[in-house]
């Protein structure tokens, strides 16, 4: 199921467009320490996860810089791609941990060893989402606009089945709303 929907291209061309979004609302607004203009200095990554026809432009990180003189300070808008300095794409990361361990093994497994995730690398990805993520300000603070509570331990999945449509929009959603937690700002 999240095989097919994370070896689909399409999906990625949609994250870009929203990224690009993203981005150029972050720009509008000007640095946020001076008020500058801020002008687009991106940077490369080498994600992994991504499905091997797209372009290069997959792997670049949009990201801003102040063209003030004296500040120079970066702004990173939030993303949906990049989930802060994980070297896999996002939507991978949020995919296969919003898996059931048990319900779902097989699925885990086989998606797991087509994304080329270590057994070591998963397990740290879960801990991530019941240590880190769920001790967060910005989950803390998230967690009351959903109408249906999502129980700590069923992180990232039970928050996925709060959003409407298939697979894929549900990804999409999560995705967004996790956005916030990629900007420098925001950053765990
Ligand atoms: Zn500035």
Do not use: N
Not at 3 to 10: E, H, M, N, P
Not at 160 to 185: E, K, M, Y
């Amino acid at each position: 199921m999240y095989q097919s929907v994370l070896a689909d291209g399409r999906l990625y061309e949609l994250l870009l467009r929203i990224d690009q979004d993203l981005a150029g609302s972050a720009q509008a607004e000007g640095c946020r320490w001076c008020g500058g203009r801020l002008d687009r200095a991106d940077y490369a990554r080498k994600p992994r996860g991504l499905p091997p026809e797209l372009g290069a432009e997959h792997t670049v990180r949009l990201s801003l810089c102040c063209a003030a003189e004296g500040c120079r300070r970066r702004t990173t808008p939030p993303s949906v791609r990049f989930l802060g300095r994980r070297v896999y794409v996002g939507a991978a990361v949020l995919g296969i941990t919003a898996l059931r361990a048990g319900a779902q093994r097989a699925e885990v497994r086989a998606l797991r060893a087509w994304l080329g995730v270590s057994t070591r690398t998963l397990v740290r990805w879960r801990r991530w989402w019941r240590a880190v993520f769920a001790a967060s300000a910005f989950w803390r603070g998230a967690r009351g606009q959903l109408r249906t509570p999502v129980p700590l331990r069923a992180l990232p999945g039970a928050l996925l089945q709060r959003f409407a449509g298939d697979v894929t929009d549900r990804l999409i959603a999560g995705l967004r709303f996790l956005a916030p937690i990629t900007t420098a700002a925001g950053a765990m």
